[in-house]
């Protein structure tokens, strides 16, 4: 078997790039594979250190390459760059997922199982039928206001609407049949967000783990099962600081010479979770005021500094990302006399 000390990857829809280093000091091994010849290649190398993107379809051949005995480490693509020399092909990234992956300083990324992948297609496709349906509401409601129809605010109102269009005689015959196809269309995309829904409560409830995060204020079968998915292994993050940053929640800085500037949240990683942890932070807020305990004090103090409810809201989901992350790491319940009722 041929033997190498590591190999960088660079993944492809139709062709896989191969940098297989055979010494410190020796050439590499280059090699432009079919997807089809992928795995025959390595099934003729010796078990060593494999690093490559974490990318489409990274997770599904690092399982593939693990299965083999190779010691597979995914690497975020921003990460990698700094080691591209100059220029930019399919060998120059590999070349660099080579050298990236021997840096002691590297961050990598936990490969997903198949059950974790598939909890994140039913949030994704959840997510993209949410937008859908606020894309249709919002269309109806610019059309209908064209006839003078309007109706409040909030998902909920658009049967509102489409009762009103329905019920007026000065709406022309043309009009009613597009109202009709978006209650249609907006009736079809309910019922698939409430079987995916209930999709996402059966895997919570097979989950010990989502079961316990959902215990915290703000976080519920959604937020919890997202996040045990999207986070296979919690130790990888050396703090819970870490982990508010890994979600984009902590300030950005811009420090120099000493002095510590701190400007609005990074928004950096997942934009998923980060929006179901603030949102999950808002709802918390509003009723923060019939709780006690020292969550609620420390939001009432937060407040009392003239803060806004956005930024309130914010840094709460920042403590909630470090609640979740110290849970996860040591199992420990959340503490419910800190967000009692009053």
């Known amino acids: 078997m041929k033997e190498f000390i590591r190999i960088g990857v660079d993944l492809g829809k139709r062709y896989i790039q191969i940098h297989a280093l055979e010494s410190k000091d020796g050439r590499a091994v280059k090699r432009k594979l079919p997807r089809s010849k992928f795995l025959e290649f390595f099934a003729d190398v010796a078990p060593c250190l494999i690093g490559m993107e974490a990318c489409g379809s990274a997770h599904y051949w690092a399982r593939q390459l693990r299965a083999m005995g190779h010691d597979v480490r995914l690497m975020p693509p921003a990460y990698v760059k700094a080691y591209v020399k100059r220029g930019k092909n399919d060998a120059v990234d590999a070349a660099a997922c080579c050298e990236g992956v021997s840096r002691p300083?590297?961050?990598?990324?936990?490969?997903?199982?198949?059950?974790?992948?598939?909890?994140?297609?039913?949030?994704?496709?959840?997510?993209?039928?949410?937008?859908?349906?606020?894309?249709?509401?919002?269309?109806?409601?610019?059309?209908?206001?064209?006839?003078?129809?309007?109706?409040?605010?909030?998902?909920?109102?658009?049967?509102?609407?489409?009762?009103?269009?329905?019920?007026?005689?000065?709406?022309?015959?043309?009009?009613?049949?597009?109202?009709?196809?978006?209650?249609?269309?907006?009736?079809?995309?309910?019922?698939?967000?409430?079987?995916?829904?209930?999709?996402?409560?059966?895997?919570?409830?097979?989950?010990?783990?989502?079961?316990?995060?959902?215990?915290?204020?703000?976080?519920?079968?959604?937020?919890?099962?997202?996040?045990?998915?999207?986070?296979?292994?919690?130790?990888?993050?050396?703090?819970?600081?870490?982990?508010?940053?890994?979600?984009?929640?902590?300030?950005?800085?811009?420090?120099?010479?000493?002095?510590?500037?701190?400007?609005?949240?990074?928004?950096?990683?997942?934009?998923?979770?980060?929006?179901?942890?603030?949102?999950?932070?808002?709802?918390?807020?509003?009723?923060?005021?019939?709780?006690?305990?020292?969550?609620?004090?420390?939001?009432?103090?937060?407040?009392?500094?003239?803060?806004s409810a956005r930024l309130a809201s914010v840094a709460l989901a920042n403590k909630l990302a470090r609640i979740i992350w110290a849970m996860m790491t040591s199992g420990e319940t959340f503490r419910k006399d800190m967000f009692e009722p009053a």
Not at 129 to 146: P, S
Not at 188 to 193: E, M, V, Y
Not at 212 to 219: E, T, W
Request: charged share 25%; hydrophobic share 45%; glycine share 10%.
């Open 105 to 307: 300083d590297m961050r990598f990324v936990p490969v997903k199982s198949e059950e974790q992948q598939a909890t994140l297609t039913l949030h994704r496709t959840r997510e993209l039928l949410v937008r859908q349906r606020t894309m249709c509401v919002n269309a109806l409601r610019g059309h209908l206001t064209e006839f003078g129809l309007v109706a409040a605010k909030g998902i909920g109102r658009a049967g509102e609407l489409i009762d009103m269009a329905g019920n007026d005689a000065a709406l022309p015959e043309i009009a009613k049949s597009v109202v009709k196809i978006f209650a249609g269309q907006l009736a079809a995309i309910q019922a698939s967000i409430a079987a995916l829904e209930k999709e996402i409560a059966g895997v919570h409830a097979q989950s010990p783990m989502s079961q316990l995060l959902a215990g915290i204020p703000g976080v519920g079968k959604i937020i919890a099962s997202a996040i045990v998915a999207s986070v296979p292994d919690p130790q990888v993050f050396k703090s819970a600081r870490d982990f508010a940053a890994w979600l984009g929640l902590v300030p950005r800085q811009n420090s120099t010479g000493g002095k510590t500037k701190l400007g609005p949240i990074t928004k950096k990683g997942d934009r998923y979770l980060r929006k179901l942890l603030v949102l999950g932070a808002t709802s918390a807020l509003r009723v923060a005021g019939k709780r006690k305990g020292a969550l609620r004090d420390w939001l009432a103090a937060l407040l009392e500094k003239k803060k």
